[in-house]
């Protein structure tokens, strides 16, 4: 089992940054794929950027490439997702995921984290 508590959303302003953490238990992290995910009112649940259990690789969905970075540092189990050069467009809830397979599928991914809110004003 894994459990996964984000942090780091709040309310900022376009162009701002914000640091999204991912913190997750169990002495396992390294062995998954982790995932940021954000879903929007009244849209499905997509996929931002996934990042294997080693680090070593990543992939963004293209809205957000060149401005959002993932990362993990598996010594201390946590993920975080650098976001820079914010839009409104960029507003939902974003979670974070855990799973056996490096995909950019939601569906496969097993655990997942209550969500924090992302609010970005114009």
């Known amino acids: 089992q894994v459990q996964l508590v984000e942090s780091g959303g709040g309310l900022v302003q376009a162009g701002g940054s914000l640091r999204l953490s991912c913190a997750a238990s169990?002495?396992?992290?390294?062995?998954?794929?982790m995932g940021w995910f954000r879903q929007a009112p009244g849209k499905e649940r997509e996929f931002v950027a996934i990042i294997t259990g080693s680090g070593s690789n990543t992939i963004y969905t293209d809205s957000v490439k060149g401005r959002f970075t993932i990362s993990r540092d598996n010594a201390k189990n946590t993920m975080y997702l650098q976001m820079n050069s914010l839009k409104p467009e960029d507003t939902a809830v974003y979670y974070c995921?855990?799973?056996?397979?490096?995909?950019?599928?939601?569906?496969?991914?097993?655990?997942w984290g209550q969500g924090t809110q992302v609010t970005v004003s114009s």
């Open positions: 169990g002495r396992t992290f390294s062995s998954y794929a």
């Open positions: 995921a855990a799973g056996q397979r490096f995909t950019t599928y939601a569906r496969q991914y097993e655990y």
